[in-house]
């Protein structure tokens, strides 16, 4: 793409994310979230493949649905309480319609079907994009709103959302799809906290990112899309199985890995506020997400994975792609759960 | 008497609407869009935004309708879909037709054409006209502070549409 362009179109993906986070106005917070949509399509078109045309074409639909069912849940609230800021919804009809379509623009079940085909169709950088800075808006939104949320509501389509991401994994080799169940469970554990500590959503998110950031950095590295493709990179790079490990255990959960503070911290405070099945519920479906991370770090770190003879003689190149942030990416998404009363200053 | 023209106009409106989204040919879309513009524009003057409607008019009629129906005739095929050719967007057109010949029973015979337009008495909700000056309308007022007070809002609005050109252009451009 022409580089002008490009760069214009990144300006605009950054500025549409702070118009909605900073904006006091529902309509700012709208056009915000449309100018996002309007700027990623086509960095999702970069090579226009018809695979890359099909995923844009999903991700424009269901994201174009649920700015139209935000602008009805704003124009709702508008009705009964007559003001634009941006605050705790006044109806309950426009607060469930608005968290449906959040629901929509993040990913949750039941409204999770675009995700693991868009993040398939286009390729790995973009798909970080996509599955981390994308999610920062209706996020903020959601934080505005949470005093407001039907417990119920969210509480279901949190809980589904572990659910799904964690056998919709299962039965995966290609990675993006597996990034993209991995971030389905995710938003699934960060909505649950939402209605009885927001601060703890806050912080699932920035360890969420942080995680995948490392993970796709590592993936973009050798352009590995598959499971078998990240099985030979013992033979490449092998300092990258380790890193490639310790990371996926990370995202599991596992202690004394980053990935489980924000898994403590949430079971935690639903403890506190007297809800023993729930959190119960999600730390056993959180083993499923694991289990496919573990095959993923089987196959990469701890086995040698069946392959051609040929390709157990790979020569070794010096890398040549810039592996931006990746050493602080690594050490940030292993080594945080010390740091955990760090954390406080999100409060 | 007032109400019930208001009415009308509204069930053309939606007739036309679903005439849109039943699917036919982009040309024949247009003819929908032209005549549900023109219905809305009579809504918001029977509401007393007499600017707000005439500018709808002129910028998304006259301008904005004009230069897709130029683009659409340009694009077009041998022999476009119209309501008729097609089974399916008959059907989607007719059902949709039912729908609101039902409620427009429901409305009459339920005495009910007040409770249709009950926002007509929510002075502000359409048209903010109900400020307390008597002097001047804020209806036009408020378009005038549009570039006074929110500059902003026109940097933001005028580049999202700038940032949609250019998101359209890329996409349509091939390689």
Known sequence: MNPFISIMLLSTLVLSTMIVTISSHWLFAWIGLEMNMMAIIPIMMKKPTPRATEASTKYFLTQATASALLMLAIIINLMYSSQWTIMKLFNPTASILMTMALAIKLGLAPFHFWVPEVTQGIPLTTGLILLTWQKLAPISILYQISPSINLHLMITMSFLSILIGGWGGLNQTQLRKIMAYSSIAHMGWMTTILLYNPSLTMLNLLIYIIMTFTMFTLLAQNSTTTTLLLSQTWNTMPIMTTFTMLTLLSMGGLPPLTGFMPKWMIIQELTKNESLLLPTLMAITALLNLYFYMRLAYSTALTLFPSTNNMKMKWQFYPTKQMTLLPTAIVLSTMLLPLTPMFFILL | ?175
């Open chain 2, 1 to 175: 008497m007032m109400m019930y023209i208001v009415f009308i106009m509204s069930v053309i409106f939606v007739i036309s609407i679903v005439g849109v989204s039943s699917k036919p040919s982009p040309i024949y879309g247009g003819l929908g869009l032209i005549v549900s513009g023109a219905m809305g524009c009579g809504i918001v003057f029977s509401f007393g935004g007499s600017f707000l409607g005439l500018m709808m008019f002129l910028i998304y009629l006259g301008g904005m309708l004009v230069v897709f129906g130029y683009t659409a005739a340009m694009a077009t095929e041998q022999y476009p879909e119209a309501w008729i050719s097609n089974k399916v967007v008959l059907g989607g057109f007719l059902s949709g037709l039912v729908v609101e010949f039902l409620m427009v029973l429901y409305v009459l015979w339920g005495e009910k054409v007040s409770f249709v337009f009950e926002f007509n008495g929510l002075g502000d909700w359409v048209i903010y006209d109900v400020g307390e000056s008597g002097v001047f309308s804020e209806e036009i007022m408020g378009i005038a502070a549009l570039y006074s007070y929110g500059t902003w809002l026109v940097v933001v609005t005028g580049w999202s549409l700038f940032i949609g050109v250019v998101a359209i252009m890329e996409i349509t451009r091939g390689n």
